[in-house]
Nanobody, 115 residues
Framework: QVQLVESGGGLVQPGGSLRLSCAAS????????MGWYRQAPGKERELVAS???????RYADSVKGRFTISRDDVKSTMYLQMNSLKPEDTAMYYCNRDPPIDDAWGQGTLVTVSS
């Protein structure tokens, strides 16, 4: 059974940083491209970053140069380092395969960027 557990969100001021973590079951993590997604209030869920086990990463234009995705294949854990946060980064953040598995979404972790 696929399990994804996100953590690390919180309230941060504009310009601040947060590091999100995603603990994934080995069955999904080991052989797939994994991604971080976010959904802001009133908006559709979007892919913000993804990373393959071979180290290839891609980012949405809105986060390029500010967010860094990484993964620890031994721990089946993925991270999202978010720097220079902006109010428009406020959203619920989720991890999943890229492309996503519909019934694998976790609870997400809330990031709020506000002064």
């Amino acid at each position: 059974q696929v399990q994804l557990v996100e953590s690390g969100g919180g309230l941060v001021q504009p310009g601040g940083s947060l590091r999100l973590s995603c603990a994934a079951s080995r069955s999904i993590f080991a052989v797939n491209v994994m991604g971080w997604y976010r959904q802001a209030p009133g908006k559709e869920r979007e892919l913000v970053a993804s990373n393959s086990k071979f180290g290839n990463s891609r980012y949405a234009d809105s986060v390029k140069g500010r967010f860094t995705i990484s993964r620890d294949d031994v721990k089946s854990t993925m991270y999202l380092q978010m720097n220079s946060l902006k109010p428009e980064d406020t959203a619920m953040y989720y991890c999943n395969r890229d492309p996503p598995i519909d019934d694998a979404w976790g609870q997400g972790t809330l990031v709020t960027v506000s002064s």
